[in-house]
């Protein structure tokens, strides 16, 4: 069983930053990707940024130069380091993982960008 928890959401201004993390429970974080996702009301649940297990990165063209993703294995714990963020990246964030034939998810924590 894998288990996936998100913190570090809250509110800030236009052009700040914050650094989302998400920590997994279980044995298989150093084998398997990790992904950020977020969605708003009324929209499907998009991908912001991936990390391969030998740590290839990929990122949504809406995040690329100013989201950062990256994972610490001693803590199996993966990152999200968002800078000059805008409102139009006010989401709730998901952290999630597969390891087939199982989804797993977090419970999502919320991003509020004010202009």
């Known amino acids: 069983q894998v288990q996936l928890v998100e913190s570090g959401g809250g509110l800030v201004q236009a052009g700040g930053s914050l650094r989302l993390s998400c920590a997994a429970s279980?044995?298989?974080?150093?084998?398997?990707?990790m992904r950020w996702f977020r969605q708003v009301p009324g929209k499907e649940r998009e991908l912001v940024a991936r990390?391969?297990?030998?740590?290839?990165?990929i990122y949504a063209d809406s995040v690329k130069g100013r989201f950062t993703i990256s994972r610490e294995r001693g803590k199996n714990t993966v990152y999200l380091q968002m800078n000059n963020l805008k409102p139009e990246d006010t989401a709730v964030y998901y952290c999630?993982?597969?390891?087939?034939?199982?989804?797993?998810w977090g419970q999502g924590t919320q991003v509020t960008v004010s202009s």
């Open positions: 999630n993982t597969e390891f087939s034939p199982r989804v797993y």
């Open positions: 279980g044995s298989i974080f150093s084998i398997v990707a």
């Open positions: 990390i391969s297990s030998d740590g290839i990165t």
